[in-house]
């Protein structure tokens, strides 16, 4: 027995938003990288190769939201919720190359250092603030799922990543010491790669059909055991359809009652697992006898004796 979640609604306010991030974050990306080069600063030039990872992030983010907002078809019966999953992983991993990137020529300029000039870094930073401030605030109030939550990461650790350019630009200015520029590029790489292994591991965890993050299948099947009629749940599997979208599969055993009784039973099955566990699309199968698993098939173990052919009660309500 099959129960689909409404589609996801238009994301025209996202997109809008990712639009004006676009825009905001290329004009500054060639704005730091020239600054970068002229400051001979390995803290702006690696904030330049920083926003290109966010422009790029934010790129990949409106063109899954672009995906996603598309309806399911008879290719794809589920739609495409796991776009912005998938851009989302790509973003993470794409960061955690730049970070190692970036720790590398900090450690080579910290035997080396390199003069640079701090007034310059402190003005194209202070300007980096506000932008990426702007941007991440923005990002934060359409926030909603694991893709937009990237983009948002990004650009606030971009915020926090610039405003210590700042700091960094004030010490050099102030002591002389040149070797601040690179610690502060192994402090942001830290900073990228810190906010990029969490979101790698909870897409990937999604894309794997893991159990989603904070749910546990034994609280799951102790709540479905407590509806009354239910005398087993097994076969059970919970997975991740998007970032907020939950689905579930799993055999129920229920006495020998005709169709129209069972109906009951599914109908309250499922207004514990979406007022419970947040599940909205499920596929519940009863049976009346225990059933073991034979190469894939779902097979009661009287028949596994006898050799007989089965079948079980199922069927599909919306």
Known sequence: ??????????????????RISLVATLAYVALTFVAGLRAHSLALLSEAGHNVSDFLALLLSFVAVYFQNRPADHSRTFGYQRAGVLAAFINAATLILISVWIALEAIHRLSDPVPVQPRLMMIVAAAGVLMNGVIAALLWGVARDVNMRSAF???AGDTLSTAAVIAGGAGILFTG?????????????????????????ETLNILLEGTP???????????????PGVQNVHDLHCWSL?????????????PDIPPSESAGILEKLNHVLKEHFNICHTTIQFEHENCTILDRCVVPMEEMASGDSHAHHHGHSH
């Open 153 to 155: 990461l990004h650009m």
């Open 1 to 18: 027995m099959h129960v689909h979640a409404a589609a996801a609604p238009k994301s025209g306010r996202t997109q809008s938003v990712l």
């Open 177 to 201: 010491q040149n070797w601040i520029d690179p610690v502060l590029s192994l402090l942001i790489a830290g900073l990228i790669l810190w906010s990029s292994i969490g979101i790698v591991r």
């Open 242 to 254: 998007g970032s907020n979208s939950r689905a579930l599969a799993c055999h129920v055993t229920i």
């Open 213 to 227: 993050h904070g749910m546990s299948l034994h609280e799951i099947r102790k709540g479905m055991e407590a509806v």
